[in-house]
């Protein structure tokens, strides 16, 4: 909450801490508690719309995607479904996501495998 606020406060002004936020925010998506991944997608979402394009911010998420918890390279996956959703494929390049998400399909966790495959349809 304390950093969705710092978000609306300086809008374009908090991409210089984008880098540092992601980490901390990829740690959070794997969270035994379902709120506290919503939050973390939410204000991910949220940086996309009011602090960098969403390219950018997933040039810094697409670490995520080989993280070491299995929530958070699945809250990874939700999150670009999420992404495609609000802003389309427009915005950014699939090319460079694809790849991550085929070395997901053959990942040890069922859920990550399906929330790969959901992105890629």
């Not at 969403?54 to 809250?75: C, D, T, V």
């Not at 915005?91 to 997901?104: A, N, R």
Request: net charge neutral.
């Amino acid at each position: 909450e304390i950093l969705s606020a710092f978000v609306d406060k300086l809008s374009t002004h908090f991409k210089s801490y984008v880098a540092m936020v992601i980490v901390a925010l990829i740690d959070r998506m794997g969270d035994a508690k379902d709120k506290v991944r919503d939050e973390a997608q939410t204000l991910i979402l949220k940086l996309m719309d009011q602090v960098a394009p969403p390219m950018y911010i997933w040039e810094q998420l697409a670490s995520g995607f080989k993280h070491k918890n299995f929530r958070s390279r699945e809250g990874v996956c939700l999150c670009l479904i999420e992404t495609l959703n609000i802003f389309g494929a427009q915005p950014l390049v699939i090319s460079k996501l694809v790849p991550h998400l085929c070395i997901l399909f053959g990942d040890s966790n069922s859920q990550v495998r399906d929330a790969a495959i959901l992105a890629v349809v």
